[in-house]
């Protein structure tokens, strides 16, 4: 391992630990050791296409708390005459393609044995800023009845996936 010396760098100061600090890093130090051991993931897929492209629609892991990483969402449907075997469902048609996206995450939530509640974090990507904007009621009317706020992000994308295609949401979910 290189030093801060071999890399004509200073080193880093060396951290010292109070007792207070040593009273509280060490058992949690061996609590993550212990989950670390017992990692157990557990794929969700409500529909296979995705296992042809090395993905799951989500993933529960369980150790110390169970929680679902979830692929990102959209609005695709089974279309075996293309070249990937899936088209966009609407194309061009944001407010649509929202509200086919909140339904693939109901679709994971449910085969996880979670639901809207769960959502502890969303992602929202989109090629059409003021597009989303003007048609996030799909999402505020979704989620309400969760009776939740989760945090989430909203980030502008040059291009999804497939051409047409103008919102992906990625979730975080746990309980």
Request: some cysteine.
């Amino acid at each position: 391992m290189l030093t801060g010396s071999a890399l004509n760098r200073p080193d880093p100061p060396t951290p010292t630990l109070t007792p207070m600090t040593l009273r509280f890093s060490v058992p949690l130090l061996l609590v993550l050791t212990s989950a670390c051991g017992s990692l157990r993931r557990e794929s969700v897929n409500p529909v296979e296409w995705g296992l042809a492209f090395s993905m799951d629609q989500g993933e529960v892991v369980q150790g110390l708390e169970r929680v679902l990483h979830m692929s990102g969402q959209v609005d695709l449907v089974e279309a075996p005459e293309t070249e990937l075997g899936l088209e966009v469902g609407h194309p061009g048609d944001i407010r649509a393609q929202i509200a086919a996206s909140l339904a693939n995450i109901d679709a994971v939530l449910e085969q996880a044995g979670m639901e809207r509640a769960n959502i502890l974090s969303l992602r929202f990507f989109t090629t059409d800023m003021k597009g989303f904007l003007a048609n996030y009621d799909v999402y505020a009317e979704w989620i309400a009845p969760a009776g939740t706020r989760p945090p989430q992000s909203l980030l502008g994308v040059a291009e999804l996936v497939l051409p047409g295609l103008l919102v992906e949401i990625e979730v975080l979910a746990g309980e």
